[in-house]
């Protein structure tokens, strides 16, 4: 049970990688006043809770409609983290990010939806994962632990929100990148092994 939690853990918080976003949330809210920044920094970790933890219940019985066995979608899930670790490894990942929070509507309502909550904070890495660790509980005990833990990384987000400045400053662009790289390291590692579960089971199955 303890190393599910805490591969549950490091994996949702390597991929939403609040350290990596504190940036592109300073440079979406650019312009905007504190009150303002503190106001779409609640609003988009919000919308994301929200959106993984509707996953993390129901993700598992959408595949079963759909027709899609946990073992494939395990393995849809490692291999598109390995790619977002190889974007982090390879700082590919920043400049999407970037790119995608340039093209951030006016409203500050809507800009806490997209581009922060989607897809930058609960993008399809995130929810991927989600979908699968939630479906490798070993109870009804790591069900729930696992919605804390979507809770508790989400604030996580939002404490980075609105430290972001202080952290920006802080790390400077050398550390920014070192974190970044290793954590794209062993969320590569997390992938590949996931994959492999997947693969497993399907020969298994």
Known sequence: MY??????????FVIVDPIGLAPIFMAVTIGLTAAERRTVAWRSCLTATLILLGFA???AALLK??????????????LLMFVIAFEMVFERRQERKVSTAERQVEDIHSMAVFPLAIPLISGPGAISATVVIASQAPNWLGQLAML??????????YGFFLAAEAI????????????TRLFGVLLAAVA??????????????
């Open 192 to 205: 590949v092994q996931i994959v492999a579960d997947g693969a497993r089971e399907l020969i298994a199955g």
């Open 65 to 78: 409609f759909l027709g899609i066995s946990i073992a494939a979608f395990r393995i849809a899930g490692g």
């Open 3 to 12: 190393d599910y939690l805490l591969s549950a853990f490091t994996t949702l």
């Open 168 to 179: 920006d400053r802080a790390l400077g662009n050398t550390g920014r990148v070192v974190i």
């Open 57 to 59: 219940v129901g993700g």
């Open 148 to 157: 804390a833990i979507i809770l508790v990384n989400m604030a996580i987000t």
